[in-house]
């Protein structure tokens, strides 16, 4: 294989991601419309800015990643239902609250392609639904009377703010290595998938060996996903991606594609990725961007995250096959190929 070879195996392939996604949401369309109905009951609150608030983030776009994990890791073992769609929406609660607080912590004015919560109600009435929508799952999570659950959610919520915490403690930290990049990926964002892919496993009494394969192909994943999202924020497009090309920048993260470049570039472009991310500034990303191209800063981090994709569709192997199990396959796929 050539280099070039190489570098077409590992760039995302874009073009089909949407048709990809509205393919995987259309083989659990009634699960999906049914968790929707379930959130938009639990915001029925006598308290109008609740309500506003909580429809803004939550009717308006979004993967969907987490509960289509959830969702699709119950329909591999035949459950007939209907605590799925209270698990699902469990884990969309407490990734909803992830936002709302992060968009306050990060400063952010768009999420979604459209004005962040805070940049509309400010940001106590940000921090405060987020809150809501934490205490929320937790009700929930009561309600689902099931205490492994319970443990592995709450497991999972534990981590995420751990790396909500170690996030803040590297902004603006020029020195971050790439291990401390990976500790806080693995804290922050694959918790919620690796808890999510299990739950089907938990309630339909699956065997260690089968919950462990699940939970692992879920922490794969979420650690693909991850990394090109932090691709993306020097390589998509603003429109596509539903928020300004370099945004980590202007908030001060050093993610992976930084790290690398910060690694592999020349004195000069290393003083100046410095004051990029000492004094972030609109002037600086593009040259950034063009620093962390010339590097194969990216090329680097899709390939890892392609890494963590075979590793995810390894750990499926065990499921017999089906379309369900095609469609998981079609998720992890997505999470490295799509484009926003």
């Not at 693995?186 to 938990?202: C, E, H, S």
Request: net charge negative; with cysteine.
């Amino acid at each position: 294989m050539t280099a070039d070879d190489d570098k077409v195996t590992t760039q995302p392939a874009i073009e089909n991601s949407r048709n990809d996604l509205k393919q995987i949401h259309s083989f659990i369309q009634e699960d999906l419309d049914a968790m929707q109905d379930y959130v938009l009951e639990a915001l029925d609150s006598d308290i109008s800015l609740i309500q506003e608030v909580g429809r803004h983030i939550v009717e308006h776009g979004g993967k969907k990643m987490r509960p289509i994990t959830v969702l699709l890791g119950t329909r591999a073992f035949d459950y007939p239902g209907p605590h799925h769609i209270m698990l699902a929406t469990i884990i969309e609660f407490i990734h909803v609250a992830t936002l709302l607080h992060d968009d306050v912590v990060d400063d952010s004015t768009m999420r979604r392609g459209r004005a962040s919560a805070k940049s509309i109600w400010g940001n106590p009435a940000s921090v405060l639904v987020g809150d809501y929508f934490s205490t929320s799952a937790f009700e929930l999570l009561v309600s689902a009377g099931s205490l492994k659950v319970f443990e592995v959610m709450t497991h999972a919520m534990r981590k995420v703010s751990e790396g909500e915490v170690l996030q803040l403690v590297q902004m603006h930290a020029y020195e971050t290595r790439e291990e401390d990049y990976f500790d806080t990926i693995d804290r922050k964002t694959a918790p919620l998938f690796w808890a999510g892919a299990q739950l089907g496993a938990i309630i339909t009494h699956q065997s260690e060996d089968v919950r462990s394969n699940m939970a692992d192909f879920g922490y794969n994943l979420g650690m693909a996903f991850q990394l090109i999202d932090d691709y993306l924020d020097y390589a998509g497009d603003a429109e596509t991606i539903g928020k300004e090309v370099g945004d980590d920048l202007m908030e001060g993260k050093m993610t992976l594609p930084l790290i690398y470049a910060r690694d592999h570039c020349n004195a000069q472009e290393r003083e100046f990725i410095r004051s990029a991310i000492d004094d972030p500034d609109e002037s600086k990303v593009v040259q950034v961007c063009e620093i962390v191209a010339s590097t194969g800063a990216l090329e680097y981090t899709v390939s890892l995250a392609c890494k963590y994709r075979d590793s995810a569709m390894q750990k499926l192997e065990f499921l017999p096959d089906s379309a369900c199990k095609d469609v998981l396959f079609k998720l992890v796929e997505f999470a490295v190929s799509r484009d926003f």
